[in-house]
């Protein structure tokens, strides 16, 4: 009895504190995010799309041959707000590392972007081990 | 004695969330009931004046770069617990998308369906990564696309709705006018729309909509016979919206959505950003049906 009103208490919470959404995509239904890729490419297109931002790179392969590459992040509200939309040269190479897509396609949520010039820019989730997230 | 303990923590627990629930809607109601208190601007003809922008919008918060350029932009979602770490189930993002399917389902203001269309209802639900048409990039049409974020009212004439959403606009004759004999027939995502008043309400009667829409997240379908009354009171700088869904084929009873209410947005210089153009390209990935 006094589990169901624990039950019932936090669902209530939960239903109180949350803001009204729309749609998502759930991150874990594509992306396996306690795995970590890398790979260094040139940045061949940055779309700045809803739902979610997306860059296209070209990864030369020692042999010779090009894969294609797509990261995603989250909506482009974040980098807008922040007047961050102009930072990313298409023709310039970046070292990315990502979270990778289960289905094993050359797809990734983005991690981390390390720019040519040393700059680091991170657009994932809170880190779930870090109390300073909480 | 184990359990002891953890039952005593619990109930401290919460004791604070209860203490901090029952406060920070306190502040909310208050500074609601504070916008509500002021005079209702009303137009030349002594209606409400219902222009204005309402809710939120135009700011510039948000992770700046340090002084080297980096910059870190984390989405906040609610962190994973201790068990969920330890037996790691949990990831970041993870509980985000988890709290929110949970929250769209838990609403307890349902459409009341036939009993024939609940096996349909549970189906869409199960299956919304691929029939939920907003993942779909499509138009979330009237009414999911919920309250306005601007108003251009012009007294006697008409009032313009405009909404963030898809950069979407709809105008509202309120001269006296009936339904459009042909576009009342159409079926599109914005249908046919007049208004009237009734008081210091702005009753807006909707038909000719599409039956491709949902209603709300959980696979909530219905007919294009469905017929939408939506309601706009002003009182003081608060907007109430709320709407009524009438679909007799499908529903036994009018669904009454939850209303809405939106203060007027004090800032001069807030604005509607545009929204970018929607490219589905994740279906194709997805490994599970999990969305949120």
Partial sequence: MRRKIYTVFAAAVLLALTAPAFVHHALQAEYDTSKRGEFTGTLTRFALINPHVRWFFDVKKPDGTVLKWEVTAGGPGALRQNGMTRIFKVGDTYRVTYAPARNGSNLGRAVDFHFPDGRVVTLYHEDPNNPNDL | ?292
């Fill in chain 2, 1 to 292: 004695m184990v359990r002891r303990l953890f039952r005593c923590g619990v109930t401290i627990a919460l004791v604070v969330l209860s203490v901090w629930l029952f406060t920070v809607p306190a502040t909310a109601q208050n500074a609601a009931a504070a916008a509500q208190a002021v005079p209702t601007t009303r137009t030349s003809d002594g209606k409400p004046d219902l222009s204005g922008f309402w809710g939120g919008g135009g700011g510039q918060g948000g992770e700046k770069p340090d002084e080297k350029g980096n910059l870190k932009f984390l989405q906040r979602g609610r962190p994973c617990s201790p068990l969920q770490v330890g037996t790691q189930e949990c990831a970041p993002g993870v509980n985000f998308e988890r709290d929110s399917g949970i929250r769209q389902r838990m609403n307890p203001n349902k459409p009341l369906y036939k009993p024939e269309f609940w096996e349909r209802v549970q189906y869409l639900d199960l299956n919304g990564n691929a029939e939920d048409p907003g993942f779909g990039c499509y138009p979330l049409g009237v009414p999911r696309m919920g309250a306005p974020t601007k108003i251009v009212h012009i007294p006697g004439r008409e009032v313009i709705l405009l909404y963030n959403n898809k950069n979407t606009f709809r105008v509202i004759p309120v001269d006296g006018r009936p339904h459009d004999p042909i576009n009342s027939l159409d079926q599109t995502w914005r249908g046919d729309a007049i208004g009237t008043w009734e008081g210091d309400t702005l009753v807006v009667d909707v038909v000719g909509l599409t039956g491709e829409t949902w209603l709300a997240w959980p696979g909530y379908f219905h007919t294009n016979n469905m017929h939408v009354v939506e309601r706009f009171t002003r009182q003081g700088n608060t907007l109430t919206w709320q709407a009524t869904v009438e679909d007799p084929e499908v529903l036994m009873k009018p669904w009454v959505m939850n209303p809405v209410t939106l203060r007027l947005n004090p800032n001069p210089k807030a604005f509607m950003v545009e929204d970018l153009p929607c490219e589905e390209r994740d279906l194709q990935h997805m490994v599970t049906k999990e969305r949120g």
